[in-house]
């Protein structure tokens, strides 16, 4: 837990105050820092905040295109579907899931790669998944890169203001942060070079794997439906790269309590199921909570998994070896017959309880 706390590089206005509870900046802190940690030119180290934002602004123009160029019904459902479902998907099932809960492993590199490499490439490994351990580490308080209670913009921006990892490691703690990486594939700088770029990942490394990333789905889409359909698949891409910065607001109920009984069962955080997420990525975010490490978050029959359902596939032809599942251990504890046992206990505690008291 220590080391979780002061993994992350703080924000000038802090965690928490000096008696140790949370900060909420102002939206005008938020935007200075944002904006600040963006500039590559006054701080090398900012590169890879940078990055994430700059691949957000070179898909802008593709949409712009598809609205007033190339639109047709047709490209819009496509593009609804690549943006809400297959980029949203692939979250769940390679940031989410693999990079940082190790839910499942790969029988090879191979599959690995391909994995990844499934979408267009903008979210770096490393921002979500080192962000993502003190995420659950410290949900909903002093230190969670991506706090509801701070507010929307708090979240939005979180990426570049909060989730980079701290730049004044020692050896021994950068170490320890490698290692909650070292399954992703993600070359790692030595120590030498995190002191110069302030990152685990390589500048050079990045930016060679992005452009062929981007290079391979631009000459794939191009060829399944030329010019008008890398607009529209571009363009989406770069609408759910900005979108999904919104889920941890709405997934914490936006700082309030909105968990509901029967269906929020984890009560350590104001983590909550939410239909649209869930059918559209498998990010059943409650159940998540409660089994970080499961492969699988829809539990219930009505909880649609598109994660989990590419994970299965991938293992019934040889291509995952081995992943966690929780749903067995959800039904146990949280099924129709634990609950109704739960509230014939409860009702009992309560008849001697009140015996107790008038005898």
């Not at 220590?2 to 802090?14: A, D, H, I």
């Not at 909420?24 to 963006?38: A, G, H, N, T, W």
């Not at 609804?80 to 839910?103: D, L, P």
């Not at 890169?145 to 921006?157: D, K, R, V």
């Amino acid at each position: 837990m220590s080391f979780l706390k002061n993994v992350l590089e703080p924000p000038s206005y802090g965690w928490r105050d000096e008696s140790g509870n949370f900060t909420k900046p102002c939206p005008v802190q938020i935007s200075k820092e944002f904006f600040s940690r963006l500039n590559v030119f006054k701080n090398k180290k900012n590169w890879l905040s940078f990055i994430s934002w700059f691949l957000v602004l070179c898909l802008a123009p593709f949409f712009v295109l598809f609205i007033f160029k190339y639109f047709t019904v047709t490209r819009l459902i496509l593009a609804f579907v690549y943006s809400m479902i297959v980029m949203g998907t692939h979250g769940t099932i390679w940031h989410h899931r693999y990079c940082t809960h190790r839910a499942y492993q790969f029988s090879n590199k191979f599959w690995r790669f391909i994995t990844q490499n499934l979408t267009l490439k903008i979210i770096p490994e490393e921002i979500y998944a080192i962000s993502h351990h003190v995420h659950h580490a410290l949900s909903d308080q002093p230190g969670d890169p991506y706090n509801a209670q701070g507010g929307f913009l708090y979240c939005f921006l979180a990426d570049v203001n909060h989730q980079p990892i701290a730049r004044n490691m020692n050896e021994k703690d950068y170490s320890k942060c490698v290692k909650l990486m070292d399954h992703t594939g993600v070359h790692p700088n030595t120590y030498a070079q995190y002191k110069k770029f302030g990152s685990i990942a390589n500048p050079l490394r990045t930016i060679i794997g992005i452009i062929l990333n981007w290079g391979f789905w631009f000459t794939v889409f191009y060829l399944a439906g030329g010019f008008g359909l890398v607009c529209a698949l571009f363009g989406a891409a770069g609408f759910w790269a900005v979108g999904v910065r919104t889920f941890n607001y709405e997934g914490h109920g936006k700082g309030q309590d909105k968990r509901r009984d029967g269906i929020d069962h984890n009560r350590d955080d104001m983590s909550i199921n939410q239909v649209w997420p869930g059918i559209v990525a498998g990010e059943w975010h409650n159940n998540h909570h409660l089994f970080p490490k499961s492969a699988r978050s829809g539990f219930k029959a009505y909880q649609v998994d598109t994660a989990w359902y590419y994970i299965k596939f991938l293992s019934l032809i040889g291509a995952v070896s081995s992943y966690h599942d929780s749903k067995k251990q959800f039904k146990l504890e949280y099924g129709k017959v634990a609950v109704e046992n739960k509230s014939i206990i409860r009702t009992r505690q309560i008849y001697l309880s009140s015996r107790k008291r008038f005898s």
